[in-house]
């Protein structure tokens, strides 16, 4: 916590994400839409124990973080745990511009409820369509990459045919399908930065040396389109 809290000293705009690919990427389009204008702090957040657990990273916001600050919260599911509420969040939606954006399917509907009162604006996949095709591959779930493209899309941002292709990947790949020798089954999975299903593996204490949690250089590659992903590295 008191890492977190020197990381955020300063921001303007910070992101508590998931730290697999889904949710590092949809940091990611924060940051590609914000950069110019904002000073982004993008923190690996959730419920598991390999990440701050979201209730404590929203406490060192609420203590560190100044007023009328925008947070976006993504990729972090609060469904199927029992410990789920998160009692900070109350406190940071009186003091914060909370977007909350989550593609899993949330079936609580007290939950659902919980975010939507506590937050200035929420998007859940269960409330939207569950199919989508690339490629000609058609998913039964939107990844919140994905959700976040189409918002900030919607909302004036401008992508790159490179990076909407990329983004589409990326989206794919959070599918995290494997075969036994734990190598992706989907064909695009792979057209992801090389190495990126390691991260969730990598410690948590090596991930908070580096700003952004050691993200940066990943996102760096990832959003510049002048180098194919393959040359990248």
């Not at 955020?8 to 992101?15: A, E, F, S, T």
């Amino acid at each position: 916590r008191d890492q977190l809290a020197e990381k955020i000293q300063g921001k303007d705009m910070i992101v508590l994400t998931d730290g697999d690919a889904d949710g590092i990427y949809s940091g990611g389009l924060i940051n590609y839409t914000f950069q110019d204008s904002f000073d982004i702090g993008i923190v690996p957040c959730g419920v598991h124990d390999s990440f701050i657990y979201l209730n404590d990273a929203l406490r060192v916001l609420n203590e560190n973080l100044r007023e009328n600050t925008t947070v976006w919260i993504l990729d972090i599911c609060l469904n199927e745990f029992e410990d789920w509420k998160i009692n900070n969040l109350e406190e940071a939606n009186d003091k914060f511009y909370i977007n909350f954006f989550d593609h899993h399917q949330w079936s609580n509907e007290d939950r659902i409820e919980y975010i939507r009162e506590h937050t200035s604006h929420m998007e859940l996949d269960c409330l939207e369509s569950k199919e989508w095709t690339v490629n000609g591959t058609t998913l039964e779930e939107r990844p919140t990459v994905l959700m976040l493209y189409q918002y900030l899309k919607d909302n004036g941002t401008q992508f790159n045919e490179t990076l909407t292709e990329r983004i589409k990947a990326t989206a794919v790949g959070d599918v995290w399908a494997t075969d036994q020798d734990n190598e992706y089954i989907h064909e695009l999975t792979d057209t992801i930065i090389y190495g990126t299903k390691y991260i969730t593996n990598t410690p948590r204490i090596e991930r908070c040396t580096d700003e952004w949690y050691g993200y940066k250089p990943l996102l760096e590659a990832f959003f510049n389109t002048d180098v194919p992903l393959s040359e990248s590295q």
